[in-house]
Protein backbone atom coordinates (compact mmCIF):
# COMPACT_ATOMS: atom_id res chain seq x y z
CA UNK A 1 0.00 0.00 0.00
CA UNK A 2 3.08 2.91 -0.23
CA UNK A 3 2.07 3.70 -3.50
CA UNK A 4 -1.94 4.68 -2.60
CA UNK A 5 -0.43 6.50 0.80
CA UNK A 6 2.25 7.97 -1.44
CA UNK A 7 -0.11 9.06 -4.03
CA UNK A 8 -2.71 10.49 -1.67
CA UNK A 9 0.36 12.33 0.11
CA UNK A 10 1.29 14.03 -3.42
CA UNK A 11 -2.48 14.65 -4.06
CA UNK A 12 -2.89 16.70 -0.63
CA UNK A 13 0.10 18.65 -1.21
CA UNK A 14 -0.74 19.83 -4.72
CA UNK A 15 -4.46 20.73 -3.03
CA UNK A 16 -2.50 22.27 -0.47
CA UNK A 17 0.18 24.25 -2.47
CA UNK A 18 -2.78 25.56 -4.88
CA UNK A 19 -4.57 27.09 -2.22
CA UNK A 20 -1.59 28.88 -0.80
CA UNK A 21 -0.96 30.14 -4.42
CA UNK A 22 -4.73 31.12 -4.72
CA UNK A 23 -4.56 32.79 -1.42
CA UNK A 24 -0.94 34.21 -2.17
CA UNK A 25 -2.22 35.73 -5.23
CA UNK A 26 -5.69 37.27 -3.10
CA UNK A 27 -3.51 38.68 -0.74
CA UNK A 28 -1.08 40.42 -3.31
CA UNK A 29 -3.95 42.22 -5.22
CA UNK A 30 -6.10 43.24 -2.01
CA UNK A 31 -2.53 44.68 -1.04
CA UNK A 32 -2.13 46.04 -4.45
CA UNK A 33 -4.82 47.63 -5.10
CA UNK A 34 -4.73 48.91 -0.96
CA UNK A 35 -1.93 50.87 -2.17
CA UNK A 36 -2.66 52.21 -5.65
Do not use: N
Not at 14 to 29: P, T
Amino acid sequence: MPELITGVAGFTGDHIARRLWEAGIEVVAAWYFATA
